[in-house]
């Protein structure tokens, strides 16, 4: 499922298509990446209008025409965005395409997850306006994120850091990588965390979303070898920190990867590891 970084890649290929005009419009209305969203208003209010902006925040994108026209995507499992030439032929799976002179930019789901909305409003809709704030923002500090822990002190750390409600754009690998690094076992309950633990925490989440912006971001690019994302794909696979064996279990509803001893149940003393 696409996370933040990968969110930002694929935001990024319809690019092409900045301050030019939307010629023509192929979307298939009755599929369900439309539900509750009015497919004959997007297409009248897109159609003639130049393509402004877009923008990505956690999991979602919101791409803007002429002044007051919002479109919002949100890729679900197995969602992509793409740009090809003007002739490219629709597949099956691709339920919404925009068409400028010279690309197509077009909104694949083969499994139906994702979602398109829409708006026509001077200022952004409250379904992007309301999302809560970035966790590379200067708004999620510290003291924010020890509320969230104190809020949710019963949630264990794994499915604390999958609510996109406090963390937008975490996913199942990025949240197996923030405890790996923190070593903190994805079992761990939120309100147990010591001030030193929060401060570590916020500060490991900040830097590997900095990092897989910058690298799977920019050009999908691997995250540093010295990641646990290297390791954990494959069954079995071995700790890049201590070399034993790595564990998997289901955790907060997702097969969870982590190092039993470097994540042990009692907390190690902190370390600083590279990345
Ligand atoms: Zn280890």
Not at 25 to 45: A, D, E, G, N
Not at 97 to 125: M, N, Q
Not at 138 to 157: E, G, M, N, W
Request: charged share 20%; glycine share 6%.
């Amino acid at each position: 499922m696409p996370e933040l970084a990968e969110v930002e890649y694929f935001r990024k290929k319809w690019n092409v298509g900045l301050a030019h005009k939307i010629v023509s419009i192929h979307l298939q209305p009755k599929k369900r990446v439309f539900r509750q969203t009015s497919t004959t208003l997007l297409t009248r209010k897109i159609r003639g209008r130049s393509f402004h902006s877009s923008h990505a925040h956690g999991k979602q994108m919101l791409f803007r025409f002429g002044s007051d026209a919002w479109l919002g995507i949100h890729l679900g499992m197995t969602g992509r965005l793409l740009a090809a030439s003007s002739l490219h032929r629709p597949s099956s799976s691709d339920h919404l395409i925009l068409r400028t002179a010279s690309h197509s930019l077009i909104f694949r789901d083969p499994r139906l997850f994702g979602r398109v909305r829409f708006a026509v409003s001077p200022r952004p809709p409250s379904w992007w306006s309301n999302l809560p704030p970035p966790i590379h923002s200067p708004k999620f500090t510290v003291p924010y994120l020890r509320k969230i822990c104190t809020r949710r002190a019963r949630s264990p750390l794994k499915a604390l850091l999958l609510m996109q409600q406090f963390f937008p754009g975490i996913g199942n690998w990025m949240a197996d990588e923030i405890l790996w690094q923190t070593q903190l076992c994805p079992r761990t309950l939120s309100g147990v965390l010591s001030s030193a633990s929060i401060a570590q925490l916020h500060q490991r989440l900040r830097q590997i979303c900095r990092t897989s912006l910058r690298l799977i971001g920019h050009d999908y690019s691997d995250p540093p070898k010295t990641w646990l994302y290297r390791h954990r794909w494959r069954s079995g696979g071995y700790c890049p920190r201590c070399q034993r064996r790595l564990s998997r279990a289901p955790i907060g509803g997702r097969t969870t990867c982590w190092c039993p001893t470097c994540q042990p149940s009692t907390p190690l003393p902190l370390a600083s590891p590279d990345c």
